[in-house]
Each structure stands twice: as structure tokens, then as C-alpha cells.
């Protein structure tokens, strides 16, 4: 809780770092302290930092820094020091090394410097490349270092684990609902419009449904976006147009080819997003009508995200997701309570650390799979998590949700959202499993029973490590334990192995499966 504690401290630490770091780079852009002041309050209320504020993620931090190169070049215009370059870049590399897709604002930056150096542009921008480049490397070996990467196919893995195996799909479909909800509360309207499109059989959305949410909102954030194109009529703000068009092209290219569904996936856009908002609302040669109007969208913005970010919104769900548990509770150490990745009890702890249930818990929440990040294999994730909780003398407890036949609409389920996992796939993998009465209500959890049945249940597909397999009861166990495998889990199973510094014996031998191709029969000693 305490490592939890601080990383959501120095979150909150960063974003308010950003903010006056943001308000010195309007005021100084603009000379309107009203109207800055109005940008860096926008910038504060937009929906993705009010989540960020309480997240404990790295990405407030890359964001500080991002906004702090834009800053070292705007102070230091003037001169033709590089060493006001040179720094923006080393906090450019920083950034990257937070985080790495804020590695989409680097050209943004440059064009950055680029517009503002009267001379000596060339040598102002390979010096930011080269301080960037410097940085980032620096950085990058001393975590592959850390991380015992020290080859390039180890480098290699170590990149790809950062991505968490997410697989994400209808990515332009995301990134266009995507973008506005980074900025916007759109409350259930994210996960409708996913039930309208995907035509989910079991919520039944209908269009007019989708504009008494937030479709409006959707429409008023993009004809704001399309405005900013009235800065072309100012000659400054041609360059922050095009500073902007950078930026903003970069992060839809890395949303739209690898993930767009995400709030925070915007980040890298927020500097110079809202300095041309700034533009277009201080500029004269921007038509009034403009100006009134996105200076009413963005007040809406801040009117209307502020309401669910109140202490007493937040207090009545964590309140909710608490009833839920509390009849689970004491729970022996290392005890796992399951439910889904949009049930507010699977993120209890990281939304919530200070609440009573949480201190001193000994207990893990987590979700059933997590959407989009390796959900082709989450019954054998799930089931090597159950066997290493056995192992290890925990309980474990699942919502009864698993077991309904159909999910209800305030589940919040989006039936095809995820090609990998179908409602029905769940209930079948649960149902038949041994458990115990329901606890808690209609809403509560069942205790799964560590009985011999569930032990072969889970040990046939379970990825095999060496941790695993040595601490599991040999009574539990199946007579003869032959998972079949794709080349995929046995790199998994080697990876884990080596990581927990495990020895792990493999005997393999290579057989036609009864469907065409090959598989992989592992015998474990």
C-alpha cells in the first residue's frame, strides 16, 4: 500500500508540474492571463488526467516532461544557446523512457524548435535529435540492464513484454471514440456505442439511446477539433497549426496501427492541443463566433467532468464494490477474489488503497482476463494463476456473474469486443467446475474448491513452470500431466521459468494432433 500510496502522490506531483509548466507556456505564447489560466483549467479537468491523478501510472510523469521540453524551448527562443535545446531534448528522451508511445510527440518537438530558432535551425534541431537520442538510450540500458537484457533478442523480448500481450482490433472505430473520451466524461456512452456497433445480442442499444448519452458531446469535440483549423488565417498561428497537425497525426497513426481505446493513449497530444486551442481563442485575425464557441465547448468539458470525479461519487462506488467483499472477509494470505475487468471490485485496490478493506489485506483482486491483452490463452492463465494459489494454501473466490446465461446490460458486457472470448465461452469453463454455495447475495462470489477434479481440470491446460509443478500436491495431480501447447506458451513457460530463476525439465515429443497441425505434447518431470 505504501509503494501504491506514493506512486499515486507523485502522479498527482506531475500533472500539477504539467499544469503550471502549461499556464507559463500560454501566458508567454498569448500574454492573456485570463484566458490561459481558463486553457491550463481545461487541461486539468480533461478526463484522461482526472483518471491519471489517482492512477500510480507513469504516464503523468512522461507528460511533465514533455510539457517541460516545450517549455525550455519557448524560454529560450531568445538565445542561441543550445543548451535550452539540449535539455528540451533530454526531457524529451525522458518522457520516452516513461513511457514509450510519447515517442509520437518528438517530431511535434521539433517542428517546435524548429519555429522557434530566427537562426541556426539546422544545428537547433540535430542538437535535440542527438540530446533526445543520447537520453533515451542512456535510459534504455540502464532498464535493460536491470531487466537482465542484455542481448538483443533479450532487449528484443523485453519491448515486447512492455506492450502486455495487448491485441487490440477495430482499432480506427476506437481511436475515433477514443479521442474525444480522453478529453470528455462520456460515462457509459464508450461502451453503448461498442453494443450499437458490434450489435451485442444481449444489450440491444438502439441509436436513440446513444444520443440521449453522449453522441452530442462526440460531435461538439470534433467540430472543436476541425476549428482549430482557423489558425491558418493567423501568421502565428500557421505554426502552431502545423506544430499541431504533427503531433496530432503521429499519435492517430500509433492509435490507429496499435491501440486507440485508451484515454491516456492521447497524452502526447495534450501540449499542443491545448496551445491551439489557446490560439484560437486569443488570435484576432480567429473569427468571433469560433471563439465563443470553443470557449463554450471547453467550459461544458470542464462543467461536465468534474461532477464524476467528486469525493462522494467516488465514495458510493467504492462503498458498493466494499458490501461485496466484506462477507468474503478474513481471507487466509495469498487468497485471490476473481471477477470482471468492468466490475469495480477487480480494481479495488489500485482505485481505492486508503479504504478500510484494503490496509493490511493479504488478499489479490484481480479480473478473469483482461481485455485485448492475451486473451487467447486466458482460461490457461487463469488456470496456472488457480494452481499457484493452491499451492500456496489461498482461497480462491469468483463472481457469480460466470455463471449467469445471459450478462445484464449494467455489467456493462460487449458481446464480440473481444474476437477471443464469447460470453458462453465463460459460463462453459466455470459451470461445470466444483464449488461452493454462493456467498454475499445475489451479486456475491462462490468459493472454488481445491478439490482433485478441478486439480486435473486446471493442470491439463495450465502453462507448466517449474514453480508451478514442484509445489502442487502429488495426489492432485492426474496420473499422467500432457497439456497440449502452441510454440506461443512453451516460450511462455521457458520465459517464466527463467524469470523466477526456477530450473524447469522439458521432454518432448512431436505428433500429428487429429486436426491438421503440429502440436507440442509436453511431459513434465
Aim: positive net charge; aromatic residues 12%; hydrophobic residues 50%.
Amino acid at each position: 500500500m505504501a509503494v501504491t500510496l506514493l506512486l499515486m502522490f507523485c502522479s498527482g506531483c506531475a500533472l500539477f508540474v504539467a499544469a503550471l509548466l502549461l499556464y507559463s507556456i500560454l501566458v508567454s505564447e498569448s500574454g492573456d492571463i485570463a484566458k490561459s489560466l481558463f486553457v491550463t483549467t481545461a487541461f486539468l479537468c480533461a478526463e484522461a488526467n482526472l483518471y491519471a491523478l489517482h492512477s500510480g501510472t507513469p504516464y503523468p510523469a512522461g507528460l511533465a516532461c514533455l510539457t517541460g521540453a516545450v517549455w525550455c524551448v519557448r524560454t529560450g527562443y531568445k538565445t542561441t544557446s543550445p543548451r535550452a535545446v539540449a535539455f528540451a531534448g533530454a526531457l524529451g528522451g525522458l518522457a520516452v523512457a516513461f513511457w514509450l508511445p510519447y515517442i509520437v510527440a518528438l517530431p511535434a518537438l521539433l517542428c517546435w524548435v524548429v519555429f522557434h530558432r530566427p537562426t541556426g535551425r539546422a544545428k537547433a534541431a540535430l542538437t535535440l535529435i542527438l540530446s533526445t537520442a543520447f537520453t533515451g538510450a542512456l535510459l534504455f540500458a540502464i532498464g535493460a540492464h536491470f531487466r537482465s537484457a542484455d542481448s538483443v533478442s533479450g532487449f528484443r523480448m523485453w519491448l515486447i513484454e512492455s506492450s502486455h500481450g495487448t491485441e487490440q482490433n477495430r482499432n480506427l472505430i476506437r481511436a475515433l471514440f477514443g479521442l474525444p473520451r480522453s478529453f470528455m466524461d462520456m460515462g457509459q456512452f464508450g461502451v453503448r456505442i461498442k453494443q450499437f456497433l458490434l450489435r451485442d445480442p444481449y444489450a440491444n442499444v438502439r441509436l436513440a439511446e446513444l444520443l440521449r448519452l453522449s453522441l452530442v458531446k462526440v460531435i461538439l469535440f470534433y467540430v472543436a477539433l476541425i476549428s482549430l483549423a482557423f489558425l491558418w488565417r493567423a501568421t502565428n498561428g500557421k505554426r502552431i497549426l502545423i506544430v499541431f497537425a504533427v503531433a496530432f497525426l503521429a499519435n492517430m497513426a500509433l492509435a490507429i496501427f496499435f491501440e486507440g481505446g485508451s484515454p491516456e493513449r492521447y497524452f502526447p497530444l495534450y501540449p499542443f492541443f491545448f496551445l491551439a486551442v489557446l490560439g484560437c481563442i486569443s488570435l484576432p485575425q480567429i473569427p468571433r463566433p469560433v471563439q465563443i464557441f470553443l470557449i463554450s465547448v471547453f467550459f461544458l468539458m470542464i462543467v461536465g467532468n468534474l461532477p464524476s470525479s467528486w469525493a462522494s461519487s467516488i465514495h458510493a462506488e467504492e462503498n458498493k464494490a466494499a458490501q461485496r467483499i466484506r462477507p468474503l472477509l478474513p481471507l487466509p494470505p495469498e487468497s485471490l477474489i476473481v471477477a470482471f475487468a468492468n466490475d469495480s471490485v477487480s480494481s479495488m485496490h489500485q482505485s481505492a488503497p486508503l479504504y478500510e478493506i484494503n490496509r493490511g489485506s493479504t488478499f489479490r483482486l484481480i479480473s478473469i482476463y483482461l481485455p485485448m491483452e492475451r486473451t487467447l490463452y486466458w482460461k490457461q492463465d487463469f488456470a496456472t494463476n488457480a494452481l499457484a494459489v493452491w499451492a500456496k494454501g489461498g482461497q480462491i473466490w469468483i463472481s457469480e456473474r460466470v455463471l449467469y446465461a445471459e450478462p445484464r446490460r449494467e455489467w456493462n458486457w460487449v458481446e464480440g469486443d473481444d474476437p477471443n472470448v464469447r460470453w458462453a465461452d465463460i459460463v462453459d469453463f466455470f459451470r461445470p467446475l466444483d464449488r461452493e454455495p454462493t456467498v454475499g447475495g445475489e451479486d456475491g462470489f462462490f468459493l472454488l474448491r481445491s478439490s482433485t477434479a478441478n486439480y486435473g481440470t486446471f493442470a491439463s491446460i495450465a502453462f507448466p513452470t517449474g514453480a508451478m509443478i514442484n509445489r502442487l500436491p502429488k495426489a492432485n495431480l492426474p496420473e499422467r500431466l500432457r497439456p497440449v501447447m502452441p510454440i506461443r506458451s512453451i516460450a511462455e513457460s521457458i520465459r517464466l521459468s527463467t524469470e523466477r530463476r526456477q530450473p524447469i525439465v522439458f521432454q518432448a515429443q512431436l505428433g500429428i494432433a487429429p486436426s491438421p497441425g503440429m502440436r507440442i505434447w509436453f511431459y513434465i518431470r
